[in-house]
């Protein structure tokens, strides 16, 4: 079955304990992407990688980096987190060419105290 | 930059009410437009995309009309259910990137 798969769905951390969220895609797709979704302000696009080594910025990185040392894996680092970092946070990929929807996981739910 | 605007929520209607979600966007070219839908404790779900001017995306009963002389994509519906209760995200591709752009959300209850 085609998805996106990220772990965990739930995470519950103290402030400046790092942290990991995994996100794999088995769809061989080149694009992919991370969002945090917050009340009334939709979803804000975190950082996104193009390609395998390809990163980029998006809206909000500030506390955040990524890394893409394969196609399918997109794990998303916060190295010192914060409470204003707790939010619910999605990964999507695309084939990344022309009109292509974007396929998302199932989202991951981080509280930071 | 590229953006979309649409209805704030929550929308609370009737089984069986006509529903309208209004977007609007604002983009150079001719971006791609879609609707989204999130059920509870889901990610976002591919609902209906349109490609270009006046085409019309539409499934599960739901449809969205691409109309460039309003910049609009307004979501509707003829017979709401109880299952179509959930977040709808208008959101924007634009033409020569992979940057794809959000509203804020709509939350719709349906209520029997």
């Known amino acids: 079955e085609a998805q996106v798969t990220q772990n965990p769905r739930y995470l519950i951390t103290v402030t400046g304990k790092k942290l990991t969220v995994t996100c794999s895609q088995n769809?061989?797709?080149?694009?992919m992407s991370w969002y945090r979704q917050d009340p009334g302000l939709g979803l804000r696009q975190i950082y996104y990688?193009?390609?395998?080594?390809?990163?980029d910025k998006g809206d909000v990185p500030e506390g955040y980096k990524v890394s893409r040392k394969e196609k399918r894996n997109f794990p998303l680092i916060l190295e010192s987190p914060s409470p204003n970092q707790t939010s619910l946070y999605f990964c999507?990929?695309?084939?990344?060419?022309?009109?292509?929807?974007?396929?998302f996981g199932n989202g991951t739910r981080l509280t930071v105290t | 930059g590229d953006s979309v605007t649409q209805m704030e929520g929550p929308v609370t209607l009737s089984e069986e009410a006509f529903l309208t979600i209004n977007c609007t966007y604002t983009a150079t070219g001719y971006p791609s437009l879609f609707w989204y839908v999130q059920y509870p404790g889901e990610g976002l779900q591919l609902l209906l995309k349109?490609?270009?001017?006046?085409d019309k995306g539409s499934n599960k009963g739901f449809e969205a009309t691409y109309r460039k002389e309003t910049t609009s994509f307004h979501l509707e519906k003829g017979s709401v259910q109880v299952s179509d209760s959930a977040v709808y995200f208008c959101?924007?591709?634009?033409?020569?990137?992979?940057?794809?752009?959000f509203g804020a959300g709509t939350r719709l209850t349906v209520k029997p």
């Open positions: 349109a490609t270009k001017a006046d």
């Open positions: 999507a990929s695309s084939p990344g060419q022309g009109d292509s929807p974007l396929h």
């Open positions: 959101a924007l591709l634009p033409y020569n990137n992979n940057d794809m752009r």
């Open positions: 990688s193009m390609n395998v080594e390809v990163t």
């Open positions: 769809m061989n797709h080149e694009y």
